[in-house]
């Protein structure tokens, strides 16, 4: 039970920090006419600091769709 609980708190936190640095994307698309060409570009006017994320894994950002996931290492 615990496990499961520490799972679900991991998935919940990846989800809230990915749809954060989606919002701030968009936010700079409107702002600059134009999408990031990589996620430093967000820092630090639309982005504080890049999240943390769970050991093991990384935050990937698709050019194409222009949206950031989360991806196992």
Do not use: C, W
């Not at 954060?20 to 639309?46: C, K, T, V």
Request: glycine letters at 4%; zero cysteines.
């Amino acid at each position: 039970y615990i496990d499961a609980v520490g799972q679900a708190q991991k998935h919940a936190q990846k989800v809230i920090d990915v749809s954060y640095i989606n919002q701030d994307i968009q936010m700079f698309y409107a702002s600059e006419g134009r999408y990031p060409n990589n996620l430093q570009e967000l820092i630090p006017n639309y982005l504080a600091k890049m999240p943390a994320v769970p050991v093991g894994s990384k935050l990937v950002y698709d050019t194409t769709t222009h949206t950031v996931k989360v991806v196992n290492e």
